[in-house]
T-cell receptor, first 116, second 117 residues
């Protein structure tokens, strides 16, 4: 079974609009962490935001916020006021457990394209 | 600035040769590093977990004799693709974890593009 599911292979959004990228996860471990990464065409993986399973509040980092719905096991990324430079692949990822050697599993990604 | 470096960034080699990729921690010591592979238009797939001073832990389906991992120090892990073949052509990327009080981050290297002819 898929641990991390991103159901949107591609999205087109008008510049300056907000966009929500969907991510659902599956785990029975009470301790886990959720990540979002941006991968531009250069290939580098850029860390955007992190949400711990015990965090009471939704994580925010500048224009990025994570809509953490624990009961629904969803961790959608919201980008406010999108910019042309936001066009890239976006990956949701999860780490199960608290061990520093716990591996991170990635979703299939969403390609976001911002229209001028 | 960069936290993790990778070298080389590009490799083109003939089939049958071995290729070594270095992943270096610039900012902190990492007892654990992760190696991923990404084929075009696909997601990152974890290949192995590299542990300093001990053997790497490989994911199911990854040949440990083909993808040799050495983590000899707290700042350097190497991945050697032995007897590379065209199907090994991919984007190889390493990562390290850094934990703070309330946040953890996986820092990724810039990646190595391998093309086997």
């Amino acid at each position: 079974a898929q641990k991390i599911t991103q159901t949107q292979p591609g999205m087109f959004v008008q510049e300056k609009e907000a966009v929500t990228l969907d991510c659902t996860y599956d785990t029975s471990d009470p301790s886990y962490g959720l990540f979002w990464y941006k991968q531009p065409s250069s290939g580098e993986m850029i860390f955007l935001i992190y949400q711990g399973s015990y965090d009471q509040q939704n994580a925010t980092e500048g224009r990025y916020s994570l809509n953490f719905q624990k009961a629904r096991k969803s961790a959608n990324l919201v980008i406010s006021a999108s910019q042309l430079g936001d066009s890239a692949m976006y990956f949701c990822a999860m780490r199960e457990g608290i061990d520093s050697a716990s591996k991170i599993i990635f979703g299939s990604g969403t390609r976001l394209s911002i229209r001028p | 600035g960069a936290v993790v470096s990778q070298h080389p960034s590009w490799v083109i080699c003939k089939s049958g040769t071995s290729v070594k990729i270095e992943c270096r921690s610039l900012d902190f010591q990492a007892t654990t590093m992760f190696w991923y592979r990404q084929f075009p238009k696909q997601s990152l797939m974890l290949m192995a977990t590299s542990n300093e001073g001990s053997k790497a832990t490989y994911e199911q389906g990854v040949e440990k004799d083909k993808f040799l991992i050495n983590h000899a120090s707290l700042t350097l892990s190497t991945l050697t693709v032995t007897s590379a073949h065209p199907e090994d052509s991919s984007f190889y990327i390493c990562s390290q974890e850094k934990r703070g009080n309330r946040q953890e981050t996986q820092y990724f290297g810039p990646g190595t593009r391998l093309l086997v002819l």
